[in-house]
Every structure is written in C-alpha cells, then in structure tokens.
C-alpha cells in the first residue's frame, strides 16, 4: 500500500475519527494510488482518469461521491487544487435504501430462536429493538440494565434501558469491527433461509424497518428521533429551538417506545422446545444442567446461553436441559 494512502490514515486518525473509517479511505485511496501512480502532485486528468475508471467498473453516483472524499482530502495534504467537475446530481430516489418489512423482520426473530448462535441472536435482538447501525452494534461496552451506545454521524452518545424481552438473548453479546458486522448478516440471512432481492440488504434495513413501523404510531416524533440516535444537527432542522428546550429524558423516551414497539413482543413470545411443546424464556437454573454432560451454565427455553456465550454453532445443537 502506497505512501499516500497512509497519510490519509494518519490524518483521519489524527482529527479523532474512528479508526474503520480511517481504513475505508485507506483502501479507497491506495485504489486511487493504483489508478493514477504515486505523486507529489495530481492534475484534473489524473482525476478524470479515476473517474473513469470507477464509471467503468458500475458505481453509482452516490457512491463515487463518497469515494471522491479522500481524493480531496489527499488533495488537501498535499496542497494542490482538487478540480472543479461538473457531476450528474444524485436525486434521492436514485439512492438504494433497502427496508425489511415487519413481516420480515418478526420472521428473523422467530427463525433465529431456533437457527441462531448466541452471539448472533444477541446482535439480532439489539438491531430490532434499538435500530443500531453496524458501527455502533459491534462497539458496545457492558450491557446490565442499560446499553450505552457511541452514537455515530454526530448522534449522541446514549444510554438506554433493556427491556426485560431482550435481556436473555443479550448473554452472546461480544465486541466486534465493523467488516464483521457485515459478515454477522449475510451469515444470519443464509442461515434463516432468506432471500433478498439484492445485495447491499445490512443491518440498516432492519432499522429502517424499526423507524417505518414506530412511525405510524401516536408516539412523539421528537421522542422517536431521540430514540433512533439522530444527530442534533437534523433534529434542529426539523423541531427549531424546540429540539433544544425540550429537555431530554432517555428513560421515559424508552418505556414510552418499547410500549408500542414493533418487535419487542416477538422476542417475548413462547417458542417449541424439543419435546413439541411451548415455553416461555426463563432464566433459571435447570436440576438437569447442572448434570448435563454436554454443558452447564443457565438453561434457556431448554437451551444455555452461557455456555455458548462465545461460540456460532446454533443454539439448540449446544445442549437440551
């Protein structure tokens, strides 16, 4: 990897940007590296020449766009002039935000209790009950009672209750990067069956999926924005001062959320355990795990949890209570 590319690394890094963005525009600038040779300097033609080159290779507008920032940003290191080009403009329905349906959504719930790691399941149950955006789903710190989430694009950072129905599921939960993230859904989605029109389906069309169901509800649209995480930039340009003198309670902004959530009751629906019959989640402590040869730790709906906190073979392969 060239010289440049790792200067622009160094300059995100050093502005306090967090460091899987600053490898993103590594990787985009050593392309541009390869594309163009090593410089001092670049010309208009070196940048019409990438241009062309990521044209030719299918990219969107709206994803040249954001490949074109660390060209300028290396422009900017290197103290030369990046070239004014007139660009196509992206309208905002030529821009792909793929949204799970509800149905969808309580579908990977249900299939996931049965078909799902405990790690993956603990990823699932805090995607559909807070909307996490990838970066925030793998960076998460200790989970008692509340989550505290590193808001990313400018949110705050913010702390909110666990509701009761996930609390069992969150056992799995371990940190993670944001590539594996990636990974964590297409495995999730081959595993469950599933079958998605096209490829760039992530975890924010579960949160999309989130925001459209709550929407449609009588809960306080200010109240929903702060719950999805926004940024204090977009809530001012939607609510004006109203979005600074409302003063913010994230504990009652929850429970007013989670009485009219969308998924929450799925998570809290009883479930077939291995004799055919229904039960509810429970975490207490079975006689027969304790016995169990293959496992001990805390019997979940006749499955553990704990001894599988770590491990991505499904859950009801681990152990029967």
Same mark, same amino acid.
């Given at each position: ?14 502005? !306090?940007? =967090? ?7 590594? %990787? ?18 070196? #940048? ?11 990219? $969107? ?35 792909? $935000?793929?949204?799970?349906? *509800? ?20 990823? /699932? ?8 955006? $990838? ?9 008692? !009672?509340? #989550? ?11 702390? *909110? ?17 944001? !590539? ?23 975890? *924010? ?12 509800? =009588?809960?306080?649209?200010?109240? /929903? ?28 902004? =929850?429970?007013?959320?989670?009485? #009219? ?9 009883? $479930?077939? %355990? ?8 429970? !975490? ?38």
């Amino acid at each position: 990897m060239g010289s440049l590319a790792e200067k622009v690394y160094m300059d995100l890094m050093a502005r !306090g940007k =967090d460091i899987e963005t600053a490898r993103r525009w590594r %990787n985009w600038t050593a392309k541009f590296e390869v594309c163009c040779g090593i410089k001092s300097k670049y010309e208009r033609d070196d #940048v019409i020449r990438y241009l062309s080159h990521l044209r030719e290779r299918g990219y $969107r507008q709206s994803s040249i766009d954001v490949m074109l920032r660390p060209v300028k940003l290396l422009a900017q290191v290197q103290e030369w002039n990046f070239p004014r080009l007139a660009m196509p403009k992206v309208r905002d329905s030529d821009i792909s $935000r793929p949204v799970l349906s *509800h149905e969808e959504v309580c579908q990977m719930i249900r299939r996931g209790k049965e078909m799902l790691s405990a790690r993956e399941l603990a990823y /699932l149950a805090l995607s559909t009950t807070y909307g996490m955006r $990838r970066e925030e789903l793998g960076g998460l710190g200790r989970i008692d !009672g509340r #989550v505290t989430v590193d808001t990313v694009k400018g949110g705050p950072v913010t702390t *909110h209750l666990v509701p009761d129905d996930i609390k069992p599921y969150l056992l799995g939960y371990k940190r993670s990067g944001v !590539g594996y993230m990636s990974l964590v859904f297409r495995r999730i989605i081959k595993k469950l069956g599933m079958v998605l029109p096209r490829e760039n389906y992530g975890w *924010h069309a579960i949160r999309r999926a989130l925001a459209t169901e709550l929407v449609c509800t =009588d809960v306080s649209l200010l109240n /929903l924005l702060r719950f999805m995480r926004w940024s204090d930039a977009s809530l001012k340009g939607q609510f004006g001062m109203l979005a600074i003198y409302a003063k913010r309670n994230q504990e009652e902004i =929850d429970k007013s959320i989670f009485e #009219v959530h969308p998924f929450l009751k799925v998570w809290s629906e009883k $479930r077939l %355990n291995f004799t055919g019959e229904r039960s509810e989640v429970k !975490g207490e402590r079975s006689e027969s795990a304790r016995t169990s040869p293959l496992t001990s730790g805390y019997c979940v709906d006749n499955e553990t949890i704990r001894g599988a906190e770590y491990s991505d073979a499904p859950l009801y392969q681990k152990v029967i209570c």
